[in-house]
């Protein structure tokens, strides 16, 4: 009985503690265990979360990251290796099998070493393009640490990141100074709609080797805000990819540095809470929208019930009202969602292409959730109809809903009587007018008195 209550209560500690909305088994890939202690606080943030942590090297014989035809992980961290490769159970495919079957991936970079072609290589396929160079790293002689870098210029120091634009929410939020030493660069094709930048550089920043004394101009591979620091992408399936540039900022050492910017003052680093919302987000503790009850039926006067909740047939200028009710995951809670822009959330009513394109307002709000609802006339088109609600924005996971009901035409005895119509008055007038004409002949026809037999019509001599 008491193993009984034990395993109970430690399945029911472990459901409060998993904050990640998708699991909480993580497993890290670090090549060299010694390098493990650089990052005690970032694994013990990751702990103290509610993470399950599995450290593995990538030449280890027992990794892999599927069991029995499913995934052995929910989450997987890389940090850079030392070798060329990844070893051969994270092979690019592999790792985007793991990302196609909704497992999250945070990768980290760093600009001390070249990257591997099999880092590359993955990184191709989500349309992330490294510096050909991969010996590159970013440097900027206006935004670095003039206390870690005063020569080289390599540490640089950049402001936490704001909205991208106003329909975007984001999800990073705050005040402060980022440290990031050694950012490996990165560039964006602009071919994917999945993929978003997170932190750009500076426009007085640019990547070279620095083996280089004194950079040529066409050494120069990218400058200014075509570097970024932060890259995400997230699937089609809502699994997320995010790329880090440089892993040295989620050292213990950055995390409680000070840091001075030239001509400034010297200001603490953020890098801590960075991380916590950058692996947040990577492994779906926030942005995760939930979609609750759905309800579309015809619209009634205020307080009364609908005869019939989701019907399957409507008729032909019907007034319909749709509503859906949506939640988003915040750390460890759900909370109900608010759009960034009034006119962002939109349903759709199709059949081949849209008839309706309505915004959704929201209407009702609960503890967990927002309700968002819109009114409108069916089209004068008969047909195998669409609700449709598709609401993909980058940072938030993806939201598809498709509900499918007939609309039919009128039935013989829902038409208009023909006194109802004031365009047929002239036609009702026409039709009478002809039948009064008609019965005023007959009767004139039946009551005309014929001419008598005696009349004799005289002949004329």
């Not at 409060?16 to 390098?35: C, F, K, P, Q, T």
């Not at 040529?216 to 805000?225: K, V």
């Not at 997320?240 to 440089?246: D, E, K």
């Amino acid at each position: 009985m008491r193993w009984c209550l034990a395993f109970f209560l430690a399945y029911f500690l472990a459901a409060v503690n998993a904050l990640s909305s998708s699991g909480s088994r993580l497993l890290v890939i670090l090549e060299d265990a010694a390098e493990k202690s650089l990052y005690s606080t970032l694994w013990a943030d990751l702990e103290g979360r509610g993470y399950d942590l599995s450290f593995e090297s990538p030449k280890s014989d027992d990794l892999s990251l599927f069991q029995h035809g499913e995934r052995a992980y929910d989450h997987l961290l890389i940090l850079p290796p030392k070798s060329k490769g990844l070893g051969p159970a994270l092979t690019p495919k592999n790792i985007l099998e793991f990302l196609n079957t909704d497992g999250n991936i945070l990768l980290a970079l760093s600009g001390k070493s070249s990257t591997s072609s099999a880092i590359n290589s993955l990184l191709l396929e989500a349309d992330i393009h490294l510096s050909p160079d991969r010996s590159a790293v970013v440097v900027d002689h206006f935004n670095y640490d003039t206390i870690s870098a005063a020569e080289k210029h390599d540490v640089l120091l950049l402001p936490r990141p704001g909205p991208l634009r106003p329909d975007i929410k984001p999800f990073f939020d705050g005040e402060g100074v980022l440290a990031l030493p050694r950012i490996a660069p990165q560039t964006l094709g602009s071919d994917s709609v999945l993929v978003a930048p997170v932190l750009h550089a500076p426009a007085t920043a640019y990547s070279y080797n620095p083996r280089e004394e004194i950079p040529a101009a066409e050494d120069i591979q990218a400058t200014g805000s075509q570097l970024n620091a932060v890259s995400v992408m997230q699937a089609r399936n809502s699994a997320r990819f995010a790329v880090l540039g440089s892993v040295e900022a989620l050292e213990d050492k950055w995390f409680s540095a000070t840091v001075k910017a030239p001509g400034g003052k010297k200001t603490p680093t953020v890098n801590r809470e960075f991380a916590k919302q950058l692996t947040a987000w990577a492994f779906k503790e926030t942005g995760v929208l939930k979609v609750g009850a759905i309800e579309h039926h015809l619209a009634t006067q205020d307080g009364e019930a609908p005869a019939e909740l989701n019907p399957k047939i409507y008729r032909i200028k019907n007034e319909t009202f749709f509503s859906i009710e949506l939640s988003e995951y915040v750390y460890d809670k759900w909370v109900p969602f608010e759009v960034p822009a009034a006119d962002d959330l939109q349903l759709e009513f199709t059949m081949l292409s849209p008839f309706h394109r309505l915004s959704l307002q929201p209407t009702r709000r609960t503890e967990t959730s927002t309700v968002f609802s819109t009114q409108f006339v069916t089209p004068d088109q008969h047909g195998i109809f669409s609700f449709r609600v598709n609401y993909k924005r980058p940072f938030l996971t993806n939201v598809e809903e498709k509900h499918e009901v007939t609309v039919r035409h009128f039935a013989h005895d829902e038409y208009p009587r023909s006194w109802a119509i004031s365009g047929g008055w002239v036609w009702i007038a026409g039709l009478w007018s002809v039948i009064g004409g008609f019965l005023v002949f007959v009767i004139v026809w039946l009551y005309s008195e014929p001419a008598s037999k005696g009349a004799q019509i005289k002949k004329t001599q």
